[in-house]
């Protein structure tokens, strides 16, 4: 079996992880990467995995899934709140990368919010019959890193990753 690299050249140069910024989820998901790549870019299917479901919901998506296209997934939490979730897709490799930053609003915008800021890059690789999946979150600096651990955006994204991974499957 030949593994083949998901990695542009480009984002190759500009990211290196470093884990006092950054955090990464990985997960083996038994279904092949088109599988994979159609859960985590049609609102249908974030709706599902998305949001972890004891924390509430997700309340609208809205994706152009290119370069400068919106990424929007808002969020009704246990409470009642509605949190906004808008970003921009910065690169679409279909089927191997998506990197998405909410530092940007759909057009390239600058955004401006309340929230801590991350770039979100998504790889996939084929593993025999699977798929290898990779989240990684790029934080401004190890304040932001700090405050998003102390918030549950990481422990979420777990939940939500896991989440993700049943979907999938359940797809199959």
């Not at 808002?74 to 949190?83: F, H, M, N, Y």
């Not at 699977?130 to 918030?151: C, I, M, P, Q, W």
Request: aromatic share 12%.
């Amino acid at each position: 079996m030949s593994k083949q690299s998901t990695v542009s050249p480009i984002m190759s140069k500009q990211f290196i992880f470093n884990p006092e910024l950054d955090f990464a989820i990985e997960r083996f998901i038994d279904a092949p990467k088109r599988l994979v790549w159609e859960a985590l870019t049609k609102p249908e299917h974030l709706k599902e995995w998305y949001m972890p479901k004891a924390w509430g919901r997700v309340s609208r998506t809205e994706m152009d899934v290119r370069p400068g296209g919106i990424f929007r997934i808002d969020i009704a939490t246990g409470d009642g709140r509605e949190v906004p979730n808008l970003g921009c897709f910065l690169e679409v490799v279909p089927l191997e990368r998506l990197v998405w930053t909410s530092m940007l609003f759909p057009g390239y915008r600058p955004a401006v919010f309340d929230d801590i800021p991350i770039t979100a890059i998504i790889t996939m690789d084929s593993v025999g019959t699977g798929t290898r999946y990779v989240f990684t979150a790029l934080h401004r600096d190890e304040a932001d890193l700090e405050k998003n651990k102390a918030s549950g955006f990481y422990q979420g994204t777990e939940i939500a990753v896991d989440q993700f991974v049943e979907h999938v499957i359940a797809m199959k």
